[in-house]
Nanobody, 128 residues
Framework: EVQLVESGGGLVQAGGSLRLSCAAS????????IGWFRQAPGKEREAVSC???????TYYADSVKGRFTISSDSANTVYLQMNDLKPEDTAVYYC??????????????????????WGKGTLVTVSS
């Protein structure tokens, strides 16, 4: 079965860290752009960070620059290291993958784009 599976969410205090993982099953990330998106209660889904395995480009939302780092150490897994977490980072975090978009394009348009694959999400809760 072709799917994306997120893991690593949880409850953390403000200032703490979490590392999210997005694993591909049934396909590899070769040539794909993979993005992390989040959706907080009552808010629209927004792009957090994206990485393109094709051209190496990356994207970070202004709200997470300097705190979050996206990386990949294999053909099948992408990570989002989240440091200095804030209560406003609380959301369900989703990973998505698409072959046509590069990272900047996914960051800007991905929230409204029909991605090839979406994961089911992992909840991150940051307490104050």
């Amino acid at each position: 079965e072709v799917q994306l599976v997120e893991s690593g969410g949880g409850l953390v205090q403000a200032g703490g860290s979490l590392r999210l993982s997005c694993a591909a099953s049934g396909f590899t990330f070769d040539g794909y752009t993979i993005g992390w998106f989040r959706q907080a209660p009552g808010k629209e889904r927004e792009a957090v960070s994206c990485i393109s395995k094709g051209d190496g480009s990356t994207y970070y939302a202004d709200s997470v620059k300097g705190r979050f780092t996206i990386s990949s150490d294999s053909a099948n897994t992408v990570y989002l290291q989240m440091n200095d977490l804030k209560p406003e980072d609380t959301a369900v975090y989703y990973c998505a993958a698409d072959y046509k978009l590069n990272a900047p394009a996914m960051g800007v348009f991905g929230h409204a784009y029909a991605m090839e694959y979406w994961g089911k999400g992992t909840l991150v809760t940051v307490s104050s």
